[in-house]
Nanobody, 119 residues
Framework: QVQLLESGGGLVQPGGSLRLSCVAS????????MAWYRQAPGKERELVAR???????AYIDSVKGRFTIARDNAKNTVYLQMNSLKPEDTAVYYC?????????????WGQGTQVTVSS
């Protein structure tokens, strides 16, 4: 059984910062790609940032230069540092990990954490 637990969401004013964390636990053999998605009300879930097992990163255009994804393999954790936040960043943020566990190879999702950017 593998679980992902996110934390770090909240209410922040425009221009502010938040750091999201996502910790994976359970019968993990290896974690491959780690990613953050978000879903705003009435919109489809979208990929925000992704980091591979060797540290290569990719971002959607709207967050480039403002968000940074990082991983700590020793802690099975992925982070999303969000700076210069805008109201349009408001969404529920989900982490997704591609994991080889004792039960096989699968994608796992966290439960989501709300980020609200508002004055």
């Amino acid at each position: 059984q593998v679980q992902l637990l996110e934390s770090g969401g909240g209410l922040v004013q425009p221009g502010g910062s938040l750091r999201l964390s996502c910790v994976a636990s359970g019968s993990i053999v290896s974690i491959y790609a780690m990613a953050w998605y978000r879903q705003a009300p009435g919109k489809e879930r979208e990929l925000v940032a992704r980091i591979t097992s060797n540290g290569n990163t990719a971002y959607i255009d709207s967050v480039k230069g403002r968000f940074t994804i990082a991983r700590d393999n020793a802690k099975n954790t992925v982070y999303l540092q969000m700076n210069s936040l805008k109201p349009e960043d408001t969404a529920v943020y989900y982490c997704k990990n591609t994991i080889l566990a004792n039960t096989g190879f699968n994608d796992y999702w966290g439960q989501g954490t709300q980020v609200t950017v508002s004055s």
